[in-house]
Structures are given as structure tokens and as C-alpha cells.
């Protein structure tokens, strides 16, 4: 009976076309990981050249699939270079994961101590990024008949949270983005969604965070009292990249362990 069952295969992943962008370290390389590992063509789309290169090769040295394409999201050309790229590829682009952002090289200061450069740099990135990649992929999706897309935010947006404001800010920003660009492209048959992660133990968040801020963040207000992994975010994330998540659009998944709820 199983093997005939309509939702036996709808979290299957198998040769979806899926972009992650900063997907090279930090959450994004396990994104782009279990991606591949769950048989995803991925696309790892970082400013950072060398990781990209390195992952890729790992990757598909693993037998797995990925191509590396080098992007600063906040260059309109590149993010129109990066869709073309990987369609030339595959023939399609079925996910986009607007996960690039700045944030672990940010130091925490009080919000009086931010130079505007510094704000408008965020912006540009964690902002205009999502907005410049989903607008470059979108008319392929509309093109096959549809398509996903998944907005990284944090639970910043339920919480405040104290120092990097500019980043805050940013993250609001990318959760009402969501909500309205669903609205936008619900006929065409595309699911915006996002997801906002609690404080993450990423390799570079870790390489950023003094222990002391760390241990502050730990566990205390959870209802799981241990610290929060990348691999905690993927169940998630590949929920909204399925067919299981065909119905459900401009919406945000939690994931933090329930230290926020709404
Ligand atoms: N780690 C956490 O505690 C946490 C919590 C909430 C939300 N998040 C979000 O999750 C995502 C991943 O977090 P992380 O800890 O890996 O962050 P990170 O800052 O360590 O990594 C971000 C990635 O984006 C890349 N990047 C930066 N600027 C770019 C650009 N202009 N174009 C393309 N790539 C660029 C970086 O090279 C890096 O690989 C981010 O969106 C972050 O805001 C993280």
C-alpha cells in the first residue's frame, strides 16, 4: 500500500535545482551539505570564492551534486549571472535559499555606535540581497510553473534582541518581505516562506561570539535546554523546499528550540 500512497514522496528532494546563497560556510555550507545529500542539485552561491570552490569539491567528490557560483548578492548582475548559470546547468531552478547575510562579522555595540555605512551595507546585503535573487530567479520559476523560495530571518524578530540593531532591523525587513512577495507571486505557483533561527552554534558564529555572550544566550528560556546547531534548521528547511509544502506560503517557521513563541 505504501509504495502508492500520494504522500509518500512529497518531502523528496531528488534533482530539485535549489541556490543557496552564502551557502558555503556558517549554516549555509550544512544547508548546502544536506541539500546534496539528500540528492539536490545545489547551487552554493557565496561571496567567498574559495570556500564556494571548496565545498563544490567536496561535494561532487563525494558523488554528490553541486556547482559553485560565485556571488555577491548584492550585485544585481551577478544575482541575474547566478540564475542564468544554473539553469544553463540543470534546465530549471525549483528553490532559492536566501540564507547570505552579514551578521556573525558584525560586532555587538550599542546601536549609537553604528556608522551608516555599516547600516547600509546590511541592508544592501540581508535586505536587497533576497529581493535581487528572488527577482532573478523568478522568471524561471514562473517559466516550469512554480517554485520555492525560503527567506532566512531570526527569532531576533520575535525577541529585539540587544546590539547589532542594523541587523535586526534587516531581518524584520526580510519577514514582511516574505508575507508581501507571497501575495505577489501566489498565482505563478511559488511558496514564500522563511524561517527564523534562534542563536545558532555555526562555525562562524562561534568564531565571532565571546563564551560569555554565548553562555548568555544558552538555553535558560528554552524548552530544549541545549544549545541550538545548524542541523537543527534543516528538517525546515527541507520541509519548504518539498512538495509537503505545496499549500503553504508567505508564512515563518520558528526554530529555536521554543524560546520564542507566536
Ligand atoms: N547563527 C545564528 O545564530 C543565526 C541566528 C539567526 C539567524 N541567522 C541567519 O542564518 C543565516 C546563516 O547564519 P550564519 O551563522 O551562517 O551567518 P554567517 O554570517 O556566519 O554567514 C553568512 C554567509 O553569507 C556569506 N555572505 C556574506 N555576504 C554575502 C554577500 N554579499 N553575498 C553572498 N554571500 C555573502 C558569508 O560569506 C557567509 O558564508 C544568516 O542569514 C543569518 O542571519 C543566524
Redesign the pocket.
Known amino acids: 500500500m505504501a509504495e502508492t500512497s500520494p504522500t509518500r514522496h512529497t518531502l523528496d528532494l531528488t534533482d530539485r535545482v535549489v541556490i543557496v ?9 550544512i544547508y548546502s551539505t544536506r541539500l546534496a545529500e539528500a540528492g539536490a542539485r545545489v547551487v552554493i ?4 570564492d574559495e ?1 564556494n570552490q571548496a565545498l563544490a569539491k567536496e561535494l561532487t567528490g563525494r558523488g554528490l551534486q553541486a556547482l559553485a557560483k560565485t ?4 550585485d544585481q548582475k551577478m544575482t541575474e549571472d547566478l540564475a542564468k548559470a544554473t539553469a544553463d546547468k540543470w534546465g530549471r531552478i525549483d528553490g532559492l535559499v536566501n ?7 558584525l560586532g555587538r555595540k550599542p546601536w549609537t555606535e553604528i556608522p551608516a555605512a555599516e547600516w547600509d551595507r546590511v541592508m544592501q ?2 535586505t536587497k ?1 533576497p529581493f535581487l535573487c528572488a527577482l532573478a530567479v523568478y522568471p524561471y520559476m514562473k517559466a516550469q510553473g512554480g517554485g520555492k523560495i525560503v527567506n ?5 524578530v520575535w525577541e529585539g534582541g540587544k546590539w547589532r540593531l542594523h ?1 535586526s532591523a534587516s ?1 524584520g525587513a526580510v519577514l514582511v518581505f516574505t508575507r508581501a512577495l507571497a501575495r505577489e507571486v501566489g498565482d505563478d505557483n511559488i511558496c514564500v516562506n522563511s524561517i ?5 552554534l ?1 562555525e ?2 562561534i568564531a565571532n561570539s565571546s563564551n560569555s555572550h554565548m553562555s548568555m544566550q544558552a538555553d535558560a528560556d528554552k524548552c530544549f535546554a541545549r544549545g541550538q546547531v545548524p542541523d537543527d534548521l534543516v528538517g525546515a528547511l527541507m520541509f519548504l523546499l518539498s512538495d509537503a509544502s505545496n499549500y503553504i506560503t508567505g508564512q515563518c517557521i520558528n526554530v529555536d528550540g521554543g524560546r520564542s513563541m507566536h
Request: glycine content about 14%.
Open positions: 546563497t552564502g551557502g558555503a560556510t556558517g549554516i549555509g555550507k552561491a557565496d561571496i567567498v570556500a556571488t555577491d548578492v548584492a540564507n547570505a547575510s552579514l551578521m556573525s562579522v546585503v540581508n540581497g532566512i530571518a531570526s527569532s531576533r541587523y531581518k527564523s533561527p534562534g542563536f545558532t555555526s562562524t558564529q
